[in-house]
C-alpha cells in the first residue's frame, strides 16, 4: 500500500475516533479521497479508451487482476450503493440524470460477478468519459455525506430491513462472488463504512489502476 496513502488513513481513523478531532479526521479523509481522484482523472486524461478494457494481469482474484474501467465501474457503484440505498436511504446517483444511458452498462450491479473475457466485454460497453463523471458525482456526494456526518453517527449500525433494501434494490448480483457484501456491509457500524469503502477500498483500487496502466505502458514500450 502507497505509504504516504496508508498514514493518511491511519491517522484519519485515529482522529475519527475521538469527539474533539472528529472534524479533523473528516477533513484528512477529504483530503486523502482528492488525492486519490487526482490518480483517477490523470489516467482518464492521459490512456486512450483502448486502454482501458485491457487485462494486462489476466485472470485471477487479486484487485490488479481487472480493467481500468471495470475498476472505476466497481469502486463507484459500490459507494453509490453504500451511501445512498443503505446509509442515507435515498435513489442512488447512478439513477438519476440517466447516468446508465450515457455510461451505456449493461448492467447496474458492482460488478463483482464479472471475470475474464466477460469484464472485457463488460468495459469495452463503457463510454469512459461519462462513466469518469459518473465517478465525480458520486465522488462529490458522498463528500457532502461525509461533510453532514456528526460523531455520534458513528456508531449508527444497520437492520435488517436495511438488508432487505439493499436486496430488493438488485444491485448486487446474487452469485458466489458478490452476495456476501451486503452482509459485509450490513455488519459495520457508520465508522467501518468510512473505511471500507469510503477510504481504504479507494486506496486497494486506484493502487490497482497505477499496476495496471504501469504495465500497459511497459507492453506499449515493447511493441515499439
Same mark, same amino acid.
Given at each position: 500500500?502507497?505509504?504516504? !496513502?496508508?498514514?493518511?488513513?491511519?491517522?484519519?481513523?485515529?482522529?475519527?475516533?475521538?469527539?474533539a478531532t472528529f472534524s479533523e479526521g473528516i477533513n484528512l479523509l477529504l483530503e486523502l479521497r482528492g488525492n486519490l481522484f487526482e490518480q483517477i482523472s490523470s489516467i482518464i486524461k492521459t490512456f486512450p479508451r483502448v486502454a482501458f478494457y485491457q487485462l494486462p494481469f489476466g485472470h485471477g482474484d487479486k484487485n490488479h487482476n481487472s480493467t481500468l474501467a471495470w475498476s472505476l465501474w466497481h469502486l463507484f457503484r459500490i459507494e453509490d450503493i453504500v451511501a445512498h440505498t443503505l446509509i442515507l436511504n435515498n435513489r442512488q446517483i447512478l439513477f438519476e440524470s440517466n447516468w446508465i444511458e450515457k455510461i451505456n452498462s449493461p448492467i447496474i450491479t458492482t460488478g463483482n460477478e464479472l471475470d475474464g473475457e466477460a469484464m472485457i466485454e463488460f468495459s469495452k460497453k463503457l463510454n469512459v468519459k461519462a462513466l469518469y463523471d459518473y465517478c465525480k458525482a458520486v465522488m462529490d456526494s458522498t463528500n457532502e455525506l461525509l461533510k453532514s456526518l456528526r460523531f455520534s453517527d458513528l456508531k449508527r449500525k444497520f437492520s435488517v430491513e436495511d438488508k432487505e433494501r439493499l436486496i430488493?434494490?438488485?444491485?448486487?448480483?446474487?452469485?458466489?462472488?458478490?452476495? !456476501?457484501?451486503?452482509?459485509? !456491509?450490513c455488519g459495520k457500524n457508520v465508522k467501518g463504512l468510512i473505511q471500507m469503502p469510503f477510504s481504504r477500498h479507494w486506496i486497494m483500487h486506484v493502487e490497482a489502476m497505477r499496476r495496471i496502466k504501469n504495465k500497459l505502458c511497459q507492453e506499449a514500450k515493447r511493441n515499439c
Amino acid at each position: 500500500m502507497d505509504k504516504e !496513502w496508508s498514514e493518511k488513513n491511519k491517522k484519519m481513523q485515529t482522529l475519527i475516533s475521538k469527539e474533539a478531532t472528529f472534524s479533523e479526521g473528516i477533513n484528512l479523509l477529504l483530503e486523502l479521497r482528492g488525492n486519490l481522484f487526482e490518480q483517477i482523472s490523470s489516467i482518464i486524461k492521459t490512456f486512450p479508451r483502448v486502454a482501458f478494457y485491457q487485462l494486462p494481469f489476466g485472470h485471477g482474484d487479486k484487485n490488479h487482476n481487472s480493467t481500468l474501467a471495470w475498476s472505476l465501474w466497481h469502486l463507484f457503484r459500490i459507494e453509490d450503493i453504500v451511501a445512498h440505498t443503505l446509509i442515507l436511504n435515498n435513489r442512488q446517483i447512478l439513477f438519476e440524470s440517466n447516468w446508465i444511458e450515457k455510461i451505456n452498462s449493461p448492467i447496474i450491479t458492482t460488478g463483482n460477478e464479472l471475470d475474464g473475457e466477460a469484464m472485457i466485454e463488460f468495459s469495452k460497453k463503457l463510454n469512459v468519459k461519462a462513466l469518469y463523471d459518473y465517478c465525480k458525482a458520486v465522488m462529490d456526494s458522498t463528500n457532502e455525506l461525509l461533510k453532514s456526518l456528526r460523531f455520534s453517527d458513528l456508531k449508527r449500525k444497520f437492520s435488517v430491513e436495511d438488508k432487505e433494501r439493499l436486496i430488493a434494490g438488485e444491485c448486487v448480483s446474487n452469485s458466489d462472488s458478490a452476495s !456476501w457484501l451486503i452482509d459485509f !456491509w450490513c455488519g459495520k457500524n457508520v465508522k467501518g463504512l468510512i473505511q471500507m469503502p469510503f477510504s481504504r477500498h479507494w486506496i486497494m483500487h486506484v493502487e490497482a489502476m497505477r499496476r495496471i496502466k504501469n504495465k500497459l505502458c511497459q507492453e506499449a514500450k515493447r511493441n515499439c
